[in-house]
């Protein structure tokens, strides 16, 4: 499995299995089926409900802890210093383990708490609780801010990324202070499955419409986790790693970056 180089020192899988809106009955069996699939990276959160089901489901694929990189995020409702601390108790209790990534899940900039969440995640990973620490939807001048008031560099940040909004500032914000990007919703609800640099690779290396824009991702030098239910797509997502798009190809697909979100805008969304 391709890596992703952390700024601690710790790598991350460069593809994974996101876990948002996976019920949570049928999340142990998933991520256990994920798991005996090769998938090395879980990506949970508090919000999501079913952390309960990302512990058993590992406990379940019966493979040592140190194989499968677990996520999960703090939620907004629980930014702060000593609501984090007591958020993080709660999630591990749920998973049943300590994660090996906790993530501010927004920033929330209205409530004024991510500098303050933030130290109490340098506290945890201080004490050896959480491998890394880092951030979600982060902006650039959210980033500049918690690094500048507090000299800890998160490892990377989860943002909203597919071929219709490419991120390209904030990408380049990433590299220049040594920060991972990881991707989210990086299928981009298919709208870009037609498009003609998709499917002209597509048929060019025999793969599909998702193949190629995971394989996008990866080619960006990003960490992705996609979201499957279905077994077949499970395994279709994973297998990425048996072709590559040519510069050319690159090119075109960053054709497709039209600026638009299909998520909320970090400025305001609490
Ligand atoms: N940090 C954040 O704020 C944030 C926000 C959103 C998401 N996330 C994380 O990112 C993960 C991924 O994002 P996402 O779940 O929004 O979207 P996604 O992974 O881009 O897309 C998931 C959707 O695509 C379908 N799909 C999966 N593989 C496919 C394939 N090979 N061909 C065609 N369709 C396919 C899935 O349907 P089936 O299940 O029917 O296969 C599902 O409807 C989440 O699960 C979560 O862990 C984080």
Redesign the pocket.
Known sequence: MTVVKLNDGNRIPALG??????PADQTGRIVSLAIGMGYGLI???AI?GNEVGLGQGLRDAAVPREQVFVTT?IWNDRQGHDETLRAFDESVARLGLEPDLL?I??PCPDKGLYLDTWRAMIRLREEGRVRSIGV??FMGDHLERLIGDTGVTPVLN???L?PGFQQVELRALHDRLGIATQ????????QA?DAAPVQAIANRSGK????VILRWHVQLGCSV??????EG?LA??MDVFDFSLTEDEMAAMATLDNGTRL?PDPRVFS
């Open positions: 299995l996101g876990i948002w809106q996976i990506d949970g959160a999501y995020k993530l899940h927004w979600s939807n989860q943002i909203e597919h991707c989210w919703t990086p299928l981009g609800k298919g499955f599909t419409p998702a193949q986790i996609p979201r499957s239910t279905h797509r279709q997502n998520g």
